[in-house]
C-alpha cells in the first residue's frame, strides 16, 4: 500500500512545478505552433505525465525541464501525424527544457514568452470577462470547471467562451508580442485592471482564494520583468497588503470579520513589509498607488482607532480627482465619515448617490448603515444593514445581519 505522505509530497511536487513552469511552457508552445488548444493540451498531458511516472522515477532535479521536454515530445508527435510544415518541427526541437523559476526580463526566450502571453490574454479585442477567464485559463493554468463556478455558469458554457476568445485571436490577428512605446502605456492599464480584476474576485467574502494567489504570482511576474512601469509596483504592493490580512478576516465559524473585529497578530507581517517596500517604488499618484497606500494605513495601524484616517481620506481625494466613480466616491465618504464625522461622510455619500449610480448598491447601503449608526441614530442603522444584507449571500450577509442585531 503505498505511503499517503509521499504520495501526498509527490503530488505537492507536481503542483509546484505547475505553477512555475505551467505558464512558460504554453507560452512557448503558442509561440511556436500558433495552436492554443495544442499548446494547452500538451502541458496538460505533461503533468498529468508526471503523477504517473514521478513516484516511480522519482522528482526530477529539474521538474520545468522534464516538463517542458515531455510537452515538446507531445506536441511533435501530433504536428508529426497531422503533417505540419518541417520548420515548425525545426522549431520544436530547439526547444530546450527550462528551469522551475523565471530570470530576469531580456535572459532566456520563456520569461518572454510568458509576458507575450500576459498582454496577448488581457488585449481589448477581447471582453473583460474574456480576458480573465483566459488569463486563468491559460496563464495559470486554472481547470475550466473552477473558472465556470467562479462565473456561475456551466463547465461547457465556459469551453465555449474560452474557444470563441482563442478563435477571436486567432480571426483578428492579434500579435502575440508585447507592445512598445506608447502602445505599451497604452496597452498596460487593460492588463493590470485585469489582474486587479482577478484577484477582487478571490478576494472578496465568498470568492476563490486560489485567483486572489495568481493574480499575486502575476503581478510579482510583471513588476519583475516591466521594472520601469512604476503602477506595476503598485498593483503588486496593493495586493500584498490587502492579501496580507487573509488568514484574519474570518472566525473559527468561518465568520466574516470587519477590521475593527480582527486580531492584528494573525496578519502576515512579512506580506506587509514586502508591500510596504514595493511602495517606495511606485508612482505617487498611480490609481493602484493610492489604493496601496490607503491599505498601508490599515495596515501599519496598532488598531482602528490609531488608523491615520485623515491620510487615507486625502489619498481617498487625490483618487477621486485621478479616477472619478461612484465606488470611490462610495469609499471616500466612508474615509471622511471617520476623519471627520459621520455628518460630514453622509454628506459626501449623499453626494455620491446623485444621479442613481449607486442605486441598488448594496454596499452604499451598508455605509450609510455604518455612518448612521456612529451618528447615533441605532434603529435606522440597524434597519439599513439588514437592507444591505438583502442583496448579498453567504458570509457577507452573515456578517451585515449581525452588525444589525448588534444595534438592536
Not at 311 to 322: C, M, N, V
Request: hydrophobic letters at 45%.
Amino acid at each position: 500500500m503505498a505511503d499517503a505522505g509521499v504520495d501526498d509530497r509527490l503530488a505537492a511536487a507536481v503542483a509546484a512545478a505547475s505553477r512555475e513552469s505551467y505558464a512558460g511552457i504554453v507560452a512557448a508552445l503558442i509561440r511556436v505552433t500558433g495552436d492554443w488548444a495544442l499548446a494547452e493540451d500538451c502541458a496538460q498531458e505533461a503533468l498529468t505525465l508526471a503523477l504517473t511516472r514521478w513516484p516511480a522515477d522519482g522528482v526530477p532535479a529539474n521538474p520545468g525541464g522534464w516538463l517542458m521536454t515531455v510537452a515538446r515530445n507531445r506536441a511533435v508527435d501530433v504536428l508529426r501525424r497531422a503533417s505540419v510544415e518541417r520548420r515548425k518541427l525545426r522549431e520544436l526541437a530547439a526547444l530546450t527544457p527550462t528551469g522551475p523559476a523565471p530570470g530576469p526580463a531580456g535572459e532566456g526566450e520563456i520569461v518572454d514568452d510568458r509576458l507575450r502571453l500576459v498582454f496577448t490574454c488581457c488585449h481589448p479585442a477581447l471582453s473583460l470577462e474574456a480576458r480573465v477567464a483566459l488569463t486563468l485559463r491559460t496563464v495559470c493554468g486554472v481547470p475550466t470547471a473552477d473558472i465556470a463556478r467562479a462565473f456561475l455558469v456551466t463547465e461547457s458554457t465556459m469551453t465555449r467562451r474560452l474557444t470563441r476568445a482563442r478563435t477571436r485571436i486567432a480571426t483578428a490577428g492579434i500579435p502575440y508580442r508585447v507592445p512598445t512605446g506608447p502602445m505599451l502605456a497604452e496597452r498596460l492599464p487593460g492588463v493590470l485592471a485585469v489582474l486587479y480584476l482577478l484577484f477582487t474576485r478571490g478576494y472578496d467574502a465568498d470568492g476563490e482564494p486560489a485567483f486572489a494567489d495568481e493574480a499575486i504570482r502575476l503581478a510579482r511576474l510583471l513588476d519583475r520583468l516591466m521594472p520601469a512601469q512604476p503602477e506595476a509596483a503598485g498593483l503588486l504592493a496593493l495586493f500584498l497588503l490587502q492579501h496580507s490580512r487573509r488568514e484574519a478576516r474570518r472566525d473559527r465559524d468561518g465568520n466574516l470579520l470587519t477590521l475593527d473585529r480582527q486580531d492584528r497578530s494573525r496578519w502576515d507581517h512579512a506580506a506587509i513589509a514586502e508591500g510596504l517596500a514595493v511602495l517606495a517604488r511606485a508612482a505617487p499618484d498611480g490609481p493602484y498607488a493610492l489604493q496601496a497606500r490607503i491599505a498601508a494605513c490599515h495596515a501599519t495601524a496598532a488598531s482602528v482607532e490609531a488608523t491615520d484616517w485623515v491620510a487615507i481620506a486625502e489619498a481617498y481625494d487625490r483618487l477621486a480627482r485621478s479616477q472619478r466613480s461612484p465606488v470611490i466616491e462610495l469609499n471616500r465618504a466612508v474615509a471622511h465619515g471617520y476623519a471627520h464625522g459621520p455628518a460630514a461622510g453622509l454628506v459626501l455619500l449623499a453626494a455620491a448617490r446623485a444621479g442613481g449610480a449607486l442605486d441598488g448598491y448594496p454596499l452604499a447601503v451598508a455605509a450609510e448603515a455604518e455612518l448612521t449608526a456612529r451618528q447615533g441614530d441605532r434603529d435606522r442603522a440597524a434597519a439599513l444593514f439588514r437592507r444591505a444584507a438583502d442583496a448579498h449571500s453567504g458570509a457577507e450577509r452573515r456578517a451585515l445581519l449581525e452588525r444589525a442585531d448588534q444595534l438592536s
